[in-house]
């Protein structure tokens, strides 16, 4: 075999090993056995990444806001413009393909940002584009089914350079998951949701709002929560049958986002909020999400977007089998730690 076979074949299998992850070392890529500068879509090796939205009692929240660019094999000699668009013909074919179910979008679902990305002369990398959901088509799709995003990369000019020859290259796919709720805490919460629920509101903060009303707690007690010390102190429960609640007056409008509680009795707690003591908006119970582990090792609950809130409600459903209740003296048959996350 040629020497310049060999060089050509063994640059080949190396540059598939690589899954197109850069080429920022090279001037130069035989893409796909042509010998000239191909275009295409950058990351389409990569998993689907797939984007919730969710229908629930006082709205649509989450959405999709992906980013997408292509890149050239070689430093380009001149600009470079790429036309990208959202094509769902290509729905079917990946459905074909790998066995699944995705859905097509109702028209005019997904929006770019723009339709032409440019590589500069000299570079091999175009400007990112935005591509979002549209909220409003939310109300035409399915409870429970998942929708397949096609972004395709269509056409190029520039001197020299040509599309990258196989569809793989040139269609970077995503996903979008469409679910309805009664309940707006996160079912499945993150580090970065956490983070996007505000701050924890201090202990001086919290032990300056008032009680309204409670039922099966110890009267008074509520501000022993924040007697100090690691833990805290604790407000006991007067009985360990059925369910407890309290509302708290926050004494003004919060954003709220996230809250947790600490109870060795407890089996879960539910939470309603209001911005006037009157109107209650239910945000669901704990029982059916999940919590995210904070910094200071609390276990919070997160909403899926912050709501305006003044007074709390919470809810609790005691556990009456639990170990903990014959240590009831010892505080251990009660709230034992209280936080609430606001902007």
Not at 66 to 91: C, H, M, P, R, W
Not at 107 to 123: C, S
């Amino acid at each position: 075999m040629k020497l310049k076979n060999i060089f050509m074949i063994g640059g080949a299998l190396l540059f598939g090993a690589m899954a197109l992850t850069s080429c920022s070392d090279d001037e130069t890529y035989d893409f796909d056995g042509v010998e000239g500068t191909r275009v295409y879509m950058d990351k389409t090796m990569q998993p689907i990444s797939t984007s919730s939205v969710l229908k629930t009692p006082v709205g649509v929240v989450g959405g999709m806001e992906v980013e997408v660019n292509v890149k050239t094999t070689s430093l380009v000699q001149g600009g470079v413009s790429a036309q990208i668009a959202y094509d769902d013909s290509f729905v079917d074919t990946y459905n074909a393909a790998n066995n699944t179910d995705y859905k097509k979008l109702p028209a005019g679902a997904i929006t770019l940002e723009k339709t032409t990305l440019t590589v500069a002369a000299d570079t091999m990398s175009s400007e990112s584009c935005k591509v979002s959901f549209n909220q409003e088509k939310a109300s035409e799709l399915k409870d429970g089914e998942s929708y397949l995003v096609p972004i395709v990369l269509s056409d190029v000019n520039g001197q020299d350079v040509r599309l990258a020859r196989d569809d793989k290259f040139r269609v970077r796919y995503f996903a979008l998951k469409y679910m309805e709720t009664e309940s707006l805490m996160r079912i499945n919460p993150t580090s970065e949701d956490l983070a996007n629920a505000g701050s924890p509101l201090s202990n001086d903060v919290m032990k300056s709002f008032t009680v309204v009303s409670s039922e099966n707690m110890v009267e008074g007690g509520y501000s022993s929560l924040f007697a100090g010390g690691w833990y805290g102190g604790n407000w006991d429960f007067i009985g360990k049958e059925g369910a407890t609640n309290f509302v708290l007056d926050m004494g003004e409008e919060k954003q709220v986002g996230a809250f947790y509680m600490r109870s060795y009795v407890m089996a879960s707690f539910s939470v309603a909020i209001s911005t006037d003591n009157s109107n209650w908006i239910n945000l669901g119970s704990t029982a059916e999400a999940n919590s995210v582990r904070g910094d200071d090792w609390n276990d919070w609950y997160v909403l899926y977007a912050p709501m305006p809130a003044r007074y709390l409600r919470y809810t609790i459903e005691l556990d009456p089998n639990s170990y903990y209740w014959q240590y009831a003296s010892w505080g251990y048959a009660g709230i034992m730690g209280l936080g609430i996350m606001a902007k």
